[in-house]
């Protein structure tokens, strides 16, 4: 796919494991890691939101677009 | 309380959809035997099955009665396989996770084989229209029309289910 979720870059960048973060922003381990692994289909703005608020960067931090 | 009612409809529906295939499966058979029968006794083509009298017809020629024996089990089977597919899709269905691909590929099947219903309906009424100008007192006794128009029914039913898969998958993805 042509959107890349770098959120595992952020991940190492703010020393967070992958459970803490599904503790802070109230979301499954099994639906972080369809995240992370570039599975996912859709994200909501919420759980956009909520993960730029943990990791304390914008949504262009976690979300590259790349012209395939 | 809707899931719950929507649960229960497709229960009773299922248990309808069994019954419906024993019956059609028992009338083919009673019909087949009584046929066999038959052949060696004219006199049981007087009533094959709960009055249904092909007497004249054995009388007139014995490879149209045999014809349109064949066909009415043929339909019969035809409709009884519908039915068991029927109970296999409603067996599959999960409220939870209703739109899978095995559902809908029973539902294109379904519609096929009613579709090769209406086919040997066409054929058994054209025989039974043909025989009419020979024999008095014989009518088709299906509505051929209407088993196109059940298969186009469904198999609309199962393109607009096959998206309702493609939906519930993105929806699945969506974190």
């Known amino acids: 796919m042509a959107i890349i979720v770098n959120l595992d870059v952020m991940m190492a960048k703010r020393k967070m494991s992958l459970n803490e973060l599904s503790d802070k922003v109230d979301l499954t381990l099994a639906n972080l890691s369809i995240l992370k692994t570039g599975k996912a289909k859709a994200i909501r703005f919420s759980t956009l939101e909520a993960i730029c608020k943990v990791l304390d960067c914008q949504p262009g931090d976690i979300l590259e677009f790349k012209n395939e | ?175």
């Open chain 2, 1 to 175: 309380m809707k899931s719950s009612k929507t649960v229960a409809i497709l229960t009773t529906m299922n248990v309808l959809a069994w019954i419906t295939f024993i019956g059609l499966l028992i009338k083919a058979g009673a019909i087949l035997f009584s046929y066999l029968v038959s052949v060696r006794n004219p006199e049981a083509a007087k009533n094959l099955y709960l009055d249904l009298n092909l007497s004249g017809i054995r009388e007139y020629d014995f490879w149209h009665y045999t014809g349109i024996v064949s066909m009415l089990v043929a339909i019969l089977l035809i409709e009884a396989y519908t039915a068991f597919l029927v109970t296999r899709v409603l067996s599959k269905i999960k409220m939870s996770n209703p739109f899978t691909l095995e559902v809908v590929s029973i539902m294109e099947r379904i519609s096929y084989f009613i579709f090769g219903t209406w086919i040997v309906v066409m054929l058994y009424d054209a025989q039974i229209g043909w025989l009419s100008k020979n024999l008095q007192g014989l009518e088709g006794h299906y509505i051929s029309g209407e088993f196109i128009f059940l298969a186009g029914v469904v198999f609309v039913f199962s393109q607009i289910f096959k998206k309702g898969v493609e939906i519930q998958s993105e929806n699945e993805l969506t974190v």
